[in-house]
């Protein structure tokens, strides 16, 4: 079965420091990545995703992530985060064999201190 | 514009209860999911509808029922609400499998049962 590890359940970091948020998936078969942000109170909201083509991925907010195949992890970084990115950030894989699901992280809670 | 709404923002009910949460998109979507987040534990799969009727298992379906009459309708039932399923509900549809898996979420239902 698929399960997908995100090993930091939080993350504190100085305003306009670089974050890295590690995930890790376990698959033998092609997968789609993808990073889900949660603001207090709201649902998710897409991110970035991975299909196919180039492993570094750029999504919104000046977020990239990129797919490491051999290493099979797909790690959200920023270069200088701000206080409006403290949130709640989840990593999610879904089989490339045509199965309707995804698997989700447990989630990583990125605090941006002042 | 992506949308999906759920019924609550915020729900309070009692042990025993029959509760009814319904969940709502506007996309002509094929799939529709209904997740519980509780922290630690991340995202978890209750059901999922892959079309009108049809209705698959997810990781935690104990407790939980689910009716899909019409493609933009998807509802969970709590048969008989209990304490340890006050939880955050989300709901989240998306197109078929493959390139186009990625989901979209509505805002969340907070229940508490009492």
């Known amino acids: 079965a698929q399960s997908v590890t995100q090993l930091d359940s939080q993350v504190p970091v100085f305003e306009e420091a670089p974050v890295e948020l590690r995930c890790n998936y376990s698959s033998s078969v092609s997968v789609y990545l993808f990073w889900y942000v949660q603001y207090p109170n709201q649902g998710l909201q897409l991110l970035l995703k991975?299909?196919?083509?180039?492993?570094l991925v750029k999504g919104i907010n000046g977020f990239e992530a990129e797919f490491n195949k051999s290493q099979t992890s797909f790690h959200l970084r920023k270069p200088s985060v701000h206080i409006s990115d403290t949130a709640e950030y989840f990593c999610?894989?879904?089989?490339?064999?045509?199965?309707?699901?995804?698997?989700f992280g447990t989630g990583t809670r990125l605090t941006v201190i002042p | 514009d992506v949308k999906v709404t759920q019924s609550s923002r915020y729900l309070v009910k009692r042990t025993g209860e029959k509760v009814f949460l319904e969940c709502v998109q506007d996309m002509d979507h094929e799939n529709m999911f209904w997740y519980r987040q509780d922290p630690g534990l991340g995202l978890r799969l209750i059901y999922f509808?892959?079309?009108?009727?049809?209705?698959e298992k997810g990781d935690i379906p104990e407790g939980y029922s689910v009716s899909r009459e019409k493609k933009e309708r998807f509802s969970l039932i709590l048969e008989s609400a209990s304490t340890n399923q006050t939880s955050m509900y989300l709901c989240a549809s998306s197109v078929l499998a493959g390139v186009r898996s990625e989901q979209f979420f509505g805002p969340g239902t907070r229940l508490t049962v009492l």
């Open positions: 999610a894989v879904s089989e490339g064999t045509g199965a309707n699901n995804l698997f």
């Open positions: 991975y299909l196919s083509g180039s492993t």
């Open positions: 509808s892959y079309d009108v009727k049809m209705k």
